[in-house]
């Protein structure tokens, strides 16, 4: 879309509201984008002091082509596990009014997506979760119009239960639900950058939606002094203001490329974050816009331009500093038509081929090679139906299909891309398969709670084999394999070891539960007569009171086990870590490890570990999951 009729979109007419969406296409961009957050919200506080209002989705400037509306989550964990949506009446809008201003954008050209998580989010998803967070995915879709979703966990969510499995299986779903009606939901996420590295916490939601994901906006603000190593130049770190430019080229370039640690990200899918104003996060605003323009123009002339800019948020934009001073879009302003102006001329004379992506299709789904491709020519326009394809996909079996698309103009100008399809079958899931100990001369059944799941399958239970024996009469220990197939021929295989307790040892008892313990996902407790096994990291929550859906779940019956509270200490509990008493530690990012209750000094204050921060996890005032500031000693 070229900015005059971007411009323009504000004065178009509005169609008459509906109670739902009435909108039969999903809008994709189809050049480079501004991502704009919107909160879901009124009057948030900022870093610096200042103020977001809370805005209308019509408010938000035009050159903002992607909108997306902060957040999904889970409100409340009595309701269930499984994130929602639901409009805050503070905003001023109804249902009516939000669905109609989403068609209204759609109108316009703009996509708007749905963010899932946001800093404060408690989605913690389990394994089986897949098709319920799916569907509630496409109810809120076809409610309210979005177009996509973007995955914006923070902090602890990364990681927590099932959800770098679950999150990517169920969007995947969604996106094959979709393609199946002609259309591309969007899949986006805004990474924490230092969970980028290779092996990084964010790399498994990348690797389990590549071909399926459009484009990636990481968070490069917040993280304090983290950045990146680049020999010959030294570390630059994010909050370096004197060397932004570098970090900007030099982050974009690795994540590009793959290179310096870090995972690849194809440039034409990666969109740079920053914050929009100073109270918009703590680290990474871009005092000078031209830092920002020469790292971009460096990449584009290497060939690799990025797809464009991502920012916290719109609502920031239009919001207040600590004085009451407008920050007046000036991070629109600044950015807007700069990104929206790089977008590379169609060559001269020759046909366009669009929609020809790598992708993934389920097994023994159905595939039309021709959904969402078109070809398009200045002189003949509309090519589509000229386009040749060769090559075949067999969606009954497992593998990797290649596919060119051949198409011609009436001068003769033929252009040719080539397109890797990848039929896949997720593996099957056994359930169940933990590690175990028994007394003496106890009954033991190895199938006992032990299930098998497929997504294509459904229930593999009576499926699995197991190999091995276990011996109950026998004190000792024993090990069992389990292994189960799928439809495609593919086979997971668990081992589990089973210890037979002679009858005199008190080993089966569980410790008794402490309010003042951190527990995480495994750990096992007694509390009033029964055994319970935590689901993700709690403290304080009293066994037998969170409900079904809550992060304690029976295990069986404790009996009349004592003992010490057990669970993992997160340094709020008396731990000393490993450095000797008044010893204060020098943090340097990417290389310092640290255990709970460590203290640290970075940039002139001093930290205390909790919650084992890696290596990347740099002490910072807005790093509270894995830092306590103290005062230096």
Same mark, same amino acid.
């Not at 997506?113 to 913690?124: C, I, Q, W």
């Not at 809120?140 to 499995?165: C, K, M, P, R």
């Not at 932004?244 to 995972?263: A, M, P, V």
């Not at 929609?355 to 789904?365: E, I, Q």
């Given at each position: 879309?070229?900015?005059?009729?971007?411009?323009?979109?504000?004065?178009?007419?509005?169609?008459?509201?509906?109670?739902?969406?009435?909108?039969?296409?999903?809008?994709?961009?189809?050049?480079?984008?501004?991502?704009?957050?919107?909160?879901?919200?009124?009057?948030?506080?900022?870093?610096?002091?200042?103020?977001?209002?809370?805005?209308?989705?019509?408010?938000?400037?035009?050159?903002?082509?992607?909108?997306?509306?902060?957040?999904?989550?889970?409100?409340?964990?009595?309701?269930?596990?499984?994130?929602?949506?639901?409009?805050?009446?503070?905003?001023?809008?109804?249902?009516?009014?939000?669905?109609?201003?989403?068609?209204?954008?759609?109108?316009?050209?703009?996509?708007?997506?749905?963010?899932?998580?946001?800093?404060?989010?408690?989605?913690?998803?389990?394994?089986?979760?897949?098709?319920?967070?799916?569907?509630?995915?496409?109810?809120?879709?076809?409610?309210?119009?979005?177009?996509?979703?973007?995955?914006?966990?923070?902090?602890?969510?990364?990681?927590?239960?099932?959800?770098?499995?679950?999150?990517?299986?169920?969007?995947?779903?969604?996106?094959?639900?979709?393609?199946?009606?002609?259309?591309?939901?969007?899949?986006?996420?805004?990474?924490?950058?230092?969970?980028?590295?290779?092996?990084?916490?964010?790399?498994?939601?990348?690797?389990?939606?590549?071909?399926?994901?459009?484009?990636?906006?990481?968070?490069?603000?917040?993280?304090?002094?983290?950045?990146?190593?680049?020999?010959?130049?030294?570390?630059?770190?994010?909050?370096?203001?004197?060397?932004?430019?570098?970090?900007?080229?030099?982050?974009?370039?690795?994540?590009?490329?793959?290179?310096?640690?870090?995972?690849?990200?194809?440039?034409?899918?990666?969109?740079?974050?920053?914050?929009?104003?100073?109270?918009?996060?703590?680290?990474?605003?871009?005092?000078?816009?031209?830092?920002?323009?020469?790292?971009?123009?460096?990449?584009?002339?290497?060939?690799?331009?990025?797809?464009?800019?991502?920012?916290?948020?719109?609502?920031?934009?239009?919001?207040?500093?600590?004085?009451?001073?407008?920050?007046?879009?000036?991070?629109?302003?600044?950015?807007?038509?700069?990104?929206?102006? &790089? /977008?590379?001329?169609?060559?001269?004379?020759?046909? !366009? +081929?669009? *929609?020809?992506? @790598?992708?993934?299709?389920?097994? $023994?789904?159905?595939?039309?090679?021709?959904?969402?491709?078109?070809?398009?020519?200045?002189?003949?326009?509309?090519?589509?139906?000229?386009?040749?394809?060769?090559?075949?996909?067999?969606?009954?079996?497992?593998?990797?299909?290649?596919?060119?698309?051949?198409?011609?103009?009436?001068?003769?100008?033929?252009?040719?891309?080539?397109?890797?399809?990848?039929?896949?079958?997720?593996?099957?899931?056994?359930?169940?398969?933990?590690?175990?100990?028994?007394?003496?001369?106890?009954?033991?059944?190895?199938?006992?709670?032990?299930?098998?799941?497929?997504?294509?399958?459904?229930?593999?239970?009576?499926?699995?084999?197991?190999?091995?024996?276990?011996?109950?009469?026998?004190?000792?220990?024993?090990?069992?394999?389990?292994?189960?197939?799928?439809?495609?021929? &593919? /086979?997971?295989?668990?081992?589990?070891?089973?210890? !037979? +307790?002679? *009858?005199?040892? @008190?080993?089966?008892?569980?410790? $008794?539960?402490?309010?003042?313990?951190?527990?995480?996902?495994?750990?096992?407790?007694?509390?009033?007569?029964?055994?319970?096994?935590?689901?993700?990291?709690?403290?304080?929550?009293?066994?037998?009171?969170?409900?079904?859906?809550?992060?304690?779940?029976?295990?069986?019956?404790?009996?009349?086990?004592?003992?010490?509270?057990?669970?993992?200490?997160?340094?709020?509990?008396?731990?000393?870590?490993?450095?000797?008493?008044?010893?204060?530690?020098?943090?340097?990012?990417?290389?310092?490890?640290?255990?709970?209750?460590?203290?640290?000094?970075?940039?002139?204050?001093?930290?205390?570990?909790?919650?084992?921060?890696?290596?990347?996890?740099?002490?910072?005032?807005?790093?509270?999951?894995?830092?306590?500031?103290?005062?230096?000693?």
């Amino acid at each position: 879309m070229n900015l005059n009729k971007l411009s323009a979109i504000i004065g178009l007419g509005l169609a008459s509201f509906s109670t739902f969406s009435s909108a039969n296409e999903m809008v994709n961009p189809e050049n480079n984008v501004v991502v704009g957050y919107w909160h879901n919200w009124c009057d948030g506080g900022g870093y610096q002091g200042g103020n977001a209002p809370c805005v209308s989705l019509e408010e938000v400037n035009p050159m903002y082509n992607v909108v997306n509306v902060s957040f999904m989550k889970v409100y409340n964990t009595a309701d269930g596990r499984i994130p929602t949506f639901h409009l805050d009446p503070a905003t001023g809008l109804t249902e009516q009014t939000f669905i109609q201003q989403i068609e209204d954008l759609n109108k316009q050209g703009r996509s708007v997506l749905l963010a899932l998580g946001g800093a404060d989010a408690h989605v913690e998803l389990r394994t089986g979760d897949e098709h319920a967070f799916a569907n509630e995915i496409i109810r809120l879709t076809d409610h309210y119009g979005f177009d996509g979703l973007d995955i914006d966990l923070e902090q602890s969510a990364v990681t927590a239960a099932d959800n770098q499995t679950v999150i990517p299986a169920a969007l995947r779903i969604v996106k094959d639900h979709y393609r199946a009606q002609g259309k591309n939901f969007l899949i986006t996420m805004a990474p924490e950058f230092p969970y980028l590295t290779q092996g990084g916490k964010y790399v498994p939601y990348i690797d389990n939606l590549e071909g399926y994901y459009d484009w990636i906006n990481p968070q490069f603000y917040n993280q304090g002094g983290d950045g990146i190593w680049v020999d010959g130049v030294g570390w630059i770190a994010q909050n370096n203001d004197a060397l932004k430019q570098e970090f900007i080229y030099y982050i974009s370039d690795s994540l590009s490329n793959g290179t310096r640690g870090f995972h690849k990200i194809p440039h034409n899918k990666l969109v740079f974050g920053i914050p929009s104003s100073i109270d918009a996060a703590a680290t990474g605003y871009v005092k000078e816009p031209q830092d920002l323009y020469r790292a971009f123009e460096q990449l584009a002339s290497q060939g690799q331009p990025l797809r464009g800019v991502m920012t916290w948020s719109v609502n920031w934009d239009m919001g207040t500093n600590a004085a009451g001073q407008a920050y007046n879009e000036q991070f629109i302003k600044d950015y807007g038509s700069f990104v929206h102006g &790089q /977008t590379p001329p169609v060559a001269s004379g020759e046909p !366009v +081929l669009s *929609g020809v992506n @790598d992708t993934r299709v389920l097994h $023994n789904s159905h595939f039309n090679p021709m959904a969402g491709v078109s070809a398009t020519d200045q002189e003949d326009g509309d090519l589509t139906n000229h386009i040749h394809v060769e090559g075949h996909v067999d969606t009954r079996a497992v593998g990797s299909y290649a596919l060119t698309y051949h198409v011609a103009d009436s001068d003769g100008n033929n252009i040719s891309e080539v397109r890797s399809v990848e039929v896949y079958s997720a593996k099957p899931v056994l359930q169940g398969v933990n590690n175990s100990k028994i007394t003496l001369d106890s009954p033991f059944d190895v199938m006992a709670g032990v299930s098998a799941y497929d997504e294509e399958d459904g229930n593999l239970t009576d499926s699995i084999e197991v190999t091995g024996y276990v011996d109950s009469g026998v004190a000792g220990e024993y090990q069992l394999t389990y292994r189960v197939t799928d439809s495609a021929h &593919q /086979t997971t295989t668990a081992k589990r070891d089973i210890t !037979v +307790l002679a *009858g005199d040892t @008190d080993e089966t008892c569980e410790s $008794n539960w402490n309010a003042a313990t951190t527990y995480v996902e495994g750990d096992r407790v007694s509390h009033d007569g029964q055994t319970w096994r935590a689901g993700w990291w709690t403290r304080g929550e009293e066994p037998g009171t969170t409900g079904e859906y809550g992060v304690w779940r029976t295990a069986s019956d404790a009996g009349d086990c004592g003992g010490s509270s057990g669970g993992v200490d997160n340094g709020d509990s008396g731990d000393n870590g490993s450095s000797e008493p008044g010893e204060v530690i020098e943090w340097i990012p990417g290389q310092t490890q640290v255990n709970n209750g460590d203290t640290v000094i970075y940039g002139g204050e001093c930290f205390v570990a909790k919650n084992n921060p890696g290596v990347w996890e740099t002490p910072s005032t807005s790093a509270t999951w894995f830092w306590d500031q103290v005062p230096c000693p």
